[in-house]
């Protein structure tokens, strides 16, 4: 392998982290700094996409940063982290192409670009590391950088700036209590293995395990990691956050915390839980199955209710998670293949629908639904848009969300989780009613009342805006009409999953550049 191919895991994480300080340096530039950061997010995604192929083509890569080994910072690429580096790049570079027209310039010219680029290294690094610790350092990046991204101002300006800082601040609140979580969790699990290397942890518990000496408080780690992975993903009774942050940031900072950031919940317990602590899985799978159920339900019947149409995305974003955790929790290799399938067409499906609501709310000047009405005749664009989204987020084919909808279904009716399917396909039926409800409100019938809410707005889309829109929209028909090389990809993934070994041969065995 060419030498220089070997560095694409660091680079993932280190030009965002030299990125976001030169950002800084170029405020004074706004051109420059827009088209270089522009210009980066693009051969990133292309980066990512060339590691998958690599991972998928040789097998697992891992990368020692200062050849300490298992001793130290391990980033790993296998399957499931180089294909979520190539998801969250998709959507952090839509998401960066559709800010350049919609962030409010003094925002976008100050420190709009720089702590992007700082949640791109966070969502890479969680995604690649291979040593527990640097996830929980990675997670703070993570907050920090989406805290001071979700009180940007967009243009036209809907949301009032108290908003923003009432839910930046439960957010904030809410995570920096999962940290503390997650630094006991880490802390404990060091204090009894004397690891922070996954694969060392994995090899280390498995040995305890069948010698009979491990002791039981290792099981209270194991839950403590719930409720850590459980705040990231919004999963109930740690979903409060998510309601209010979600609609009050910026609609493209919306799509990637709903398309991608909640995923780092969904991936942490399929890393964590499936690597580390899978002799402990008879007792967390249960948990987790309630836990999504719940959310589902939780979910659905509080996005029914909602008239802001970013609420109500935000409230069907805790729903779906929830059909996420329900295959992670059957935990076959067929169910996780399923969870996969849905991770993936969900985060398409919502980060374009929350572009499209950004062009929307532009569009009509509120977010509230009922004073909208008729804007398939003034946006069209909007209007086929969003009905693909809802599609696709419902279930219905062509769309991804179907195919999504449909194995996750077959796949816990085959491990005889009858109930569990029931209750789930009975929610599905909500979701339904309120996608299709918010887009009845918004875009058909008579156009709203003029006197009372004025005219809409005359400003078309422009190719930033549109350009992220259509392309997301376009990935939902294509994965719902030809899904079989993202079912082949899931799979693969589900089967490293189940089976870790050539993970942890892969690091423990010091395969490095």
């Not at 690597?275 to 008879?282: G, M, Y």
Request: one cysteine or more; proline letters at 4%.
């Amino acid at each position: 392998m060419n030498i220089s191919m070997t560095h694409l895991p660091i680079l993932l994480v280190a030009v965002p982290i030299l990125m976001s300080a030169l950002m800084i340096f170029l405020r004074s530039n706004a051109n420059v700094q827009k088209w270089l950061n522009v210009s980066v997010s693009f051969a990133m995604m292309l980066i990512s996409i060339i590691l998958l192929l690599q991972v998928w083509n040789g097998g697992i890569q891992v990368y020692e940063v200062g050849e300490w080994g298992k001793y130290g910072i391990v980033l790993v690429a296998d399957l499931l982290s180089s294909g979520m580096v190539v998801l969250s790049s998709l959507v952090s570079f839509l998401a960066l192409l559709y800010s350049l027209d919609y962030i409010e310039g003094r925002s976008l010219n100050s420190t709009y670009h720089s702590l992007f680029n700082l949640l791109v290294a966070g969502l890479n690094g969680t995604f690649l590391t291979g040593d527990i610790f640097n996830m929980f350092v990675f997670f703070e990046i993570l907050l920090l950088s989406s805290c001071g991204l979700v009180i940007a101002n967009e243009k036209g300006g809907v949301t009032k700036s108290s908003d923003k800082m009432e839910a930046t601040f439960k957010y904030l609140i809410l995570n920096m209590i999962g940290s503390i979580v997650m630094l006991i969790a880490v802390a404990s699990l060091y204090a009894t293995v004397g690891t922070l290397n996954m694969a060392d942890l994995s090899v280390k518990i498995s040995a305890m395990t069948a010698a009979g000496t491990l002791p039981w408080h290792t099981y209270a780690i194991a839950l403590l990691f719930i409720v850590v992975f459980g705040n990231k993903a919004a999963i109930f009774p740690m979903h409060y956050w998510l309601p209010d942050v979600h609609p009050t940031a910026p609609s493209p900072i919306s799509a990637m915390l709903s398309g991608v950031m909640i995923k780092v919940g969904a991936y942490g317990i399929l890393r964590i839980f499936f690597l580390i602590f899978r002799d402990a899985l008879f007792l967390l799978q249960p948990i987790i199955i309630l836990l999504a159920l719940v959310t589902i339900i939780i979910g659905a019947v509080s996005a029914v209710g909602q008239n802001d149409v970013k609420r109500l995305l935000a409230y069907s974003s805790v729903s779906q998670i929830g059909y996420i955790f329900l295959g992670i929790g059957i935990g076959s290799v067929y169910a996780l293949t399923a969870a996969l399938v849905y991770l993936v067409n969900h985060a398409i499906a919502k980060s374009m629908l929350f572009l499209t609501s950004g062009g929307i709310i532009h569009h009509a000047g509120t977010r509230d639904m009922r004073q909208m009405g008729g804007m398939n005749k003034t946006t069209p664009i909007m209007s086929i848009a969003f009905l693909i989204g809802a599609m696709s987020i419902a279930g219905l084919p062509p769309m991804g969300g179907f195919i999504a909808k449909f194995i996750l279904f077959d796949a816990g009716l085959r491990a005889e989780y009858y109930i569990p399917v029931a209750i789930a396909l009975f929610f599905a039926v909500f979701t339904l009613f309120y996608m299709f409800r918010a887009w009845l409100l918004m875009f058909w019938g008579e156009t709203r009342d003029v006197e009372e809410y004025g005219e809409y707005s005359s400003h078309k889309p422009s190719l930033m805006i549109a350009l992220p829109i259509v392309s997301l929209a376009a990935l939902a028909f294509i994965f719902g009409v030809y899904a079989e090389p993202l079912i082949a990809l899931a799979q693969a993934i589900a089967e490293q999953l189940i089976d870790p070994q050539p993970y942890i041969d892969a690091v423990m065995t010091r395969v490095v550049r």
